[in-house]
């Protein structure tokens, strides 16, 4: 498995943005489909936004879809996550995850991601 590290989180206002990495080490970088989760506070595990191992196919969650960009750098083994026009409900922790896979469509299931990072706080003030 591949290891994964985020970074990049913390506090911001409501409106500001943010850009969220994820380092990944131990594995063939581009061997995975990569994807960013969050969790809140009393709340499930939900899926924002996953991309394939070439980074031409993105998907993302309604709830972000407009203001979040995900991207990948298969040569410095970095994800990122440009969050925009951020809201108080997007407070959350902020998981990076993979898994091996070189097809076209990305999977939303987190039980699908078999690597994970240990999360970066995000939080947006109103």
């Known amino acids: 498995q591949v290891q994964l590290v985020e970074s990049g989180g913390g506090l911001v206002q409501a409106g500001d943005s943010l850009r969220l990495s994820c380092a990944a080490s131990?594995?063939?970088?581009?061997?995975?489909?990569m994807g960013w989760f969050r969790q809140a506070p009393g709340k499930e595990r939900e899926f924002v936004a996953g991309i394939s191992w070439s980074g031409v196919n993105r998907r993302y969650a309604d709830s972000v879809k407009g203001r979040f960009t995900i991207s990948r750098n298969n040569a410095k083994n970095t994800m990122y996550l440009q969050m925009t026009s951020l809201r108080p409900e997007d407070t959350a922790v902020y998981y990076c995850?993979?898994?091996?896979?070189?097809?076209?469509?990305?999977?939303?299931?987190?039980?699908?991601?078999?690597?994970w990072g240990q999360g970066t706080q995000v939080t947006v003030s109103s």
């Open positions: 995850a993979g898994y091996r896979g070189s097809g076209i469509v990305v999977s939303t299931d987190g039980n699908r991601y078999n690597s």
């Open positions: 131990g594995r063939t970088f581009s061997d995975y489909a």
